[in-house]
């Protein structure tokens, strides 16, 4: 079963940026969709972006829309999350995850194959 790791979490200050990578500990990324969630204090678990195996499809949710890109490069085995502008909200652990689905408008969170460990992310003066 294909295995998530996380990295590239922080303390950075509100307006900084951050890139988390998703890469397999074993086996390709290269056939799965990779979704990045968060999961905040207090909150529930949030879907933040979708990439597809091709990366013909993304999709953000409003939150990050403008200030976030979900990116992969197959040939690294190594999805991304760029976050810039970065507000104190956008503090939690963040999760990436891999499915079979063929498109972002199909995602079923029942059926994720695999989750990272997660990494903390912390924004704060």
């Known amino acids: 079963q294909l295995q998530l790791v996380e990295s590239g979490g922080g303390l950075v200050q509100p307006g900084g940026s951050l890139r988390l990578s998703c890469r397999p500990s074993?086996?390709?990324?290269?056939?799965?969709?990779i979704l990045w969630f968060r999961q905040s204090p207090g909150r529930e678990r949030e879907g933040l972006s979708c990439?597809?195996?091709?990366?013909?499809?993304?999709k953000y949710a409003d939150s990050v829309k403008g200030r976030f890109t979900t990116s992969r490069r197959n040939a690294e085995n190594t999805a991304w999350l760029q976050m810039n502008r970065l507000k104190a909200d956008d503090t939690g652990v963040y999760y990436c995850a891999a499915g079979l689905w063929r498109s972002c408008e199909t995602i079923d969170e029942s059926s994720i194959d695999s989750w990272g460990q997660g990494t903390q992310v912390t924004v704060s003066s």
């Open positions: 990439v597809t195996s091709a990366s013909t499809n993304t």
């Open positions: 074993g086996g390709t990324l290269n056939r799965y969709s």
